[in-house]
């Protein structure tokens, strides 16, 4: 379990681009005693820290960050007004059907696990992460050097409005911890928040990402071309040594022009 924390955060920091002997440290004070609690918050810390100092050197990351959090702010409008209706539409496809031929032919113990896992908000959840992942390509296509501060700010523009209602739900847990409704429900949106989102945001970023590097860029236009170059009035140019087709006279004729001169 250390090894994991420790090679995590040691990917979370290097991805942003903290300082290795910093990382380092961390990761000493981390075998010597410090907590995992204790390591992730310095893992954010420096990652905060490395996120200012790239916005002081580049004005321009501001202007995206913000761009990021208006939009990520914005979603749950967008949302609400305009997915809503769709989201609803494909539950109503699959839920009652599905969910009434468990509860009528399923045993008792696959009836305990379905009810467990929240089927109800599945086709929600999935929905939310979908528009996630193409908001994340959207904004990595726009901004492709920004990649990674993108996904950082629009990550914690997501994870961060959910943390509130997790705190509640874990509130209520821990008044009657055996309860199973309880542990469901804090189980899944834990899933839903630290898993899921992030998971649709990175995919949909690095897909992104990949796809605009891997674009196929147009050839510059050669200056030197094979074909002899027109004028404004669509006539051949021609060459400058070049002698015009009227002036190359037979032969004869330039010799009886010399013999009457």
């Known amino acids: 379990m250390q090894r994991n924390n420790e090679t995590r955060a040691t990917v979370v ?4 681009g903290v300082d290795e002997s910093l990382i380092g440290d961390l990761v000493e004070q981390h075998r010597a005693g410090r907590s995992a609690l204790w390591l ?19 004005p321009t990351t501001v202007g995206v960050a913000a761009v990021v959090v208006a939009v990520g702010l914005a979603l749950p409008y967008v949302w609400m007004h305009f997915l809503w209706h769709y989201a609803v539409m494909v ?9 009434n031929w468990l509860a009528r032919s399923s045993p008792d113990a696959l009836w305990q696990v379905v009810v467990f896992l929240h089927p109800w908000a599945w086709t929600y959840m999935a929905g939310w992460c979908a528009m996630l992942g193409v908001i994340a390509w959207c904004l990595v ?15 914690l523009s997501n994870v961060s409005p959910s943390l509130p209602s997790l705190g509640r739900l874990v509130l209520d847990w821990s008044h009657q911890r055996a309860n199973p409704i309880w542990i469901s429900d804090v189980l899944s949106y834990t899933f839903f928040v630290f898993v899921a989102i992030p998971l649709s945001i990175l995919v949909g ?20 071309s094979t074909l002899p170059p027109v004028t404004r009035h669509g ?17 004869s004729s330039r010799s009886a022009t010399a013999s009457a001169a």
């Open 13 to 16: 920091m290097e991805r942003f």
């Open 235 to 251: 006539r051949i140019a021609l060459k400058i040594n070049q002698r015009p087709p009227y002036l190359n006279r037979p032969a």
């Open 205 to 224: 970023g690095r897909t992104g990402h990949r796809a605009k590097s891997s674009f196929p860029t147009r050839a510059p236009r050669s200056r030197t």
């Open 91 to 99: 539950d109503k496809a699959w839920y009652p059907r599905s969910i």
């Open 141 to 155: 296509r726009l901004w492709p050097n920004h990649a990674t501060l993108i996904l950082a700010v629009f990550l």
């Open 40 to 58: 992730w918050r310095q893992t954010i810390i420096a990652v905060a820290a490395r996120v200012a100092f790239a916005a002081q050197s580049d």
